[in-house]
């Protein structure tokens, strides 16, 4: 994937108005605050083994059941995806990708609802996302500026005036299982600038494979650690146009 221009809507553009410190990040148009932790159900020991029967585009049920299982160390412990509410396709898998880019370099494709960690010349790890809805899709090159661990999320005064309810936050919202920044935040920079975009944890699964947001882009809590961790300050993002 070769790196490009800012295209479509640039980061000034698409991003005013609607995000402080990834302020529009897994907000639903007309939403203030992100959808309730969605837990998945208690599975018995047989239930289990007859789960793992069943394949999901390379994971078993079984399989996602453990990789998207509560994370009760956090700060905030974070409860278990629904994996019931993801499709398959988006869950977390090693694939076949061919890339000039460099080992480390993240790959987003909005088109096709996935986040790309190059792990060298021929794969790289796939995460299921959700981006930016019509009119906040946007493309180029960026880098992570900065990285947060449940972040503060502080509405910008648009979207006050958008939302009065939001006024409530003006002086920010802290970090925690209902702030829309989630467990885990890459902040996107160019030229030195914070481009009001960021990658981060999403708690809600019906929204991966969909555009719900201002223009960040949203992966599984457990997802988002897991690339978060792998991702030092300074790491290169390449948004792919839609």
């Not at 993801?86 to 609802?113: C, L, W």
Request: charged content about 20%; glycine content about 12%; some cysteine.
């Amino acid at each position: 994937m070769e790196s490009g221009q800012i295209m479509s809507t640039g980061f000034g553009n698409a991003a005013a108005g609607e995000m402080d410190e990834g302020a529009g990040a897994g907000l639903r148009s007309g939403s203030l605050t992100r959808r309730t932790f969605l837990v998945g159900s208690a599975v018995g020991f047989g239930a289990l083994g007859l789960a793992g029967c069943a394949s999901y585009d390379g994971m078993s049920l079984a399989e996602a059941q453990r990789v998207y299982g509560p994370v009760p160390d956090e700060k905030f412990p974070i409860p278990a995806v629904d994996v019931s509410k993801v499709n398959p396709k988006y869950f977390r898998r090693t694939v076949r990708y061919e890339t000039k880019e460099a080992p480390g370099t993240i790959v987003v494709d909005p088109s096709n609802y996935y986040v790309y960690r190059v792990e060298d010349e021929a794969t790289a790890t796939r995460y299921g996302a959700n981006v930016g809805r019509a009119g906040f899709l946007w493309s180029g090159d960026a880098y992570v500026g900065r990285k947060g661990e449940w972040a503060t999320w502080t509405p910008p005064k648009e979207m006050i005036q958008r939302q009065p309810e939001a006024a409530k936050y003006a002086n920010g919202m802290p970090g925690g299982l209902d702030n829309p920044l989630g467990a885990r935040t890459l902040y996107l920079y160019q030229n030195g600038n914070y481009t009001l975009y960021t990658i981060y944890a999403t708690s809600d699964p019906e929204s991966i494979g969909n555009g719900v947001t201002s223009g960040c882009v949203g992966l599984l809590s457990q997802d988002m650690i897991d690339l978060y961790a792998r991702t030092p300050v300074k790491t290169k993002v390449v948004v792919l146009p839609a």
